[in-house]
């Protein structure tokens, strides 16, 4: 029996094709059952050279393949899951999708392709575009859409319409938008119509909407209004501005606007109003920074119940704060934490107000309060009175003056009925008290130095003090004289 013959290389393997060479591999030919050596074919190092696979944009990282609607195409678009929208529970289609046909340049108007895009999805976010995205139409979001913009998206109208309507809508975000109107530019005219976010409810509540980080209204009339049927909506950390007012409510009871927060609002055309009131049952604004007054002026409806926390008003060419208009009453208002930069007008209450409330703040020197309504509270104000004269007017019945520091003076007028306690006077005289004016000066008041150096003449109001040498006398009335008694 002769010995096992022991292959020394593949070709000496009965069925092996000869030769082969480095980097081959061997392969099996299905028709004939033979082998054979071949080169392996070259694995693809990048997307484009794969058959069908468009060549990489290199716009973004966070890019990913989508296919074009009605076709087998593929195309690179943003990963917005990538860039954080994932948080929200929801896949975000992109507004310049090239499906959705939306123009970007501003050379077209891209009304329709736009409301396309809102109608059919509620996650949409919209870039920022190469120049602007021209309307001529409101753009309306659906009822719990969420729309995130690219913080300079900038949108821009030219019609006598709202940017966005949110006419009984519920539910919806819009974050992060820019926009205006043009339609003055092209030889429009501007009506109340023309509002960058139009808060509206007719059949239905406008309600539990939010509007965040966004900015403009410039152009048009308000920056946004609410009308109708409103309720608990807010508005957070946006700059509104528009040429009547940044801010427009009218609405009856018992409807609110909801709540306005961290936000700018500013009126721009001569005699504006930052915020304009014309009705509202309770809301809240915190953190507000003005630069045109604000206006409760209680034309249409009742102003009732609105508080206003934190708000800085710059110089303006108009009221400060005014309140009360012909028709109708604000009652049981609230301004906390004011402060009145330098200008030359009022905090104004006219007679229809009642319960009107300033709790804290400074009042710069040239802003004037006047007080003509009933139960009106001043508390913890300090107002400067630089130059000297009258800076405070009190005519109204049933008010408190307490723990206020005046700088000057403060004049009680012959209606004048209420407390005045614990303030601090700064000059002298400190008030001038109008014959029938009915002061009720509990204590607590600080007068400056002497309220006065003899008793030759009438008091200027009850329990004024003069000190005469070492007598102190005080006033039990303002007849004359003779009203003047000695403190044991």
């Known amino acids: 029996m002769s010995a096992l013959f022991v292959p020394r290389h593949w070709r000496d ?76 529970g929801a896949e975000f289609v992109n507004m310049l999708d090239p499906a959705f046909g939306v123009d970007q340049t501003g050379a077209t108007d891209t009304t329709a392709a736009m409301n396309a895009v809102l109608s059919t999805y509620k996650n949409v976010y919209i870039p920022n575009p190469t120049t602007k995205y021209k309307i001529s139409g409101s753009l309306i979001p659906q009822s719990g859409a969420r729309i995130y913009g690219g913080r300079n998206t900038q949108i821009q109208m030219y019609a006598d319409a709202p940017v966005w309507d949110l006419t009984n809508k519920t539910g919806v975000v819009l974050c992060g938008i820019q926009g205006n109107n043009q339609f003055a530019s092209i030889g429009g005219t501007v ?38 049927q409103c309720n608990y909506n807010w508005v957070d950390m946006s700059y509104l501005f528009g040429n009547v007012s940044g801010f427009y409510c009218d609405l009856a009871n018992p409807y609110t606007y909801g709540h306005v927060m961290n936000s700018a609002l500013l009126g721009n055309g001569v005699g504006a109003y930052d915020i304009l009131m014309d009705g509202c049952d309770t809301g809240h604004m915190a953190n507000i920074h003005c630069g045109g007054g604000i206006y409760l002026r209680a034309a249409n409806h009742v102003v009732g119940g609105q508080t206003f926390s934190y708000l800085q008003i710059e110089n303006t060419a ?68 630089d130059g000297g004269g009258v800076k405070s007017i009190f005519a109204g019945t049933d008010t408190t003056i307490s723990g206020n520091t005046f700088g000057g003076i403060v004049q009680l007028d012959s209606t004048f009925t209420g407390s005045v306690s614990g303030n601090v006077f700064i000059i002298t005289p400190s008030i001038h008290a109008t014959a029938g004016a009915n002061a009720n000066f509990s204590g607590g008041n600080i007068w400056p130095g002497m309220d006065a150096t003899s008793i030759t003449a009438a008091p200027l109001f009850k329990k004024q003090r003069a000190y005469v040498g070492s007598n102190i006398y005080e006033a039990k009335g303002t007849a004359s004289s003779a009203d003047w008694v000695l403190l044991g």
Request: charged content about 10%; hydrophobic content about 30%.
């Open 191 to 228: 009506t109340s119509n023309s509002v960058l976010f139009k808060m509206h409810g007719t059949t239905a509540t406008c309600s539990n909407n939010y509007i965040i980080q966004c900015s403009g209204g410039g152009g048009g009339y308000y920056g946004i209004s609410y009308t109708g």
């Open 13 to 88: 393997l009965n069925g092996i094709a000869p030769g082969g060479s480095n980097g081959q591999q061997l392969l099996l030919d299905s028709a004939t059952g033979e082998l054979y050596w071949s080169t392996p074919p070259t694995v693809p190092t990048d997307l484009a050279q794969l058959g069908g696979f468009p060549a990489w944009s290199g716009a973004a990282d966070n890019q990913v393949l989508k296919k074009l609607a009605g076709s087998n195409a593929l195309y690179w678009a943003t990963d917005l899951a990538g860039s954080g929208s994932a948080s929200y």
């Open 318 to 385: 108009r009221n400060v704060i005014e309140c009360g208009g012909s028709n109708f009453s604000v009652v049981e208002c609230a301004f906390n934490g004011i402060e009145c930069f330098t200008g030359a007008y009022d905090i104004l209450l006219n007679s229809n107000t009642s319960g009107v409330q300033f709790n804290g703040g400074q009042i710069r020197s040239g802003v004037n309060i006047k007080d003509y309504g009933s139960r009106n509270k001043f508390t913890g104000l300090y107002q400067r009175g």
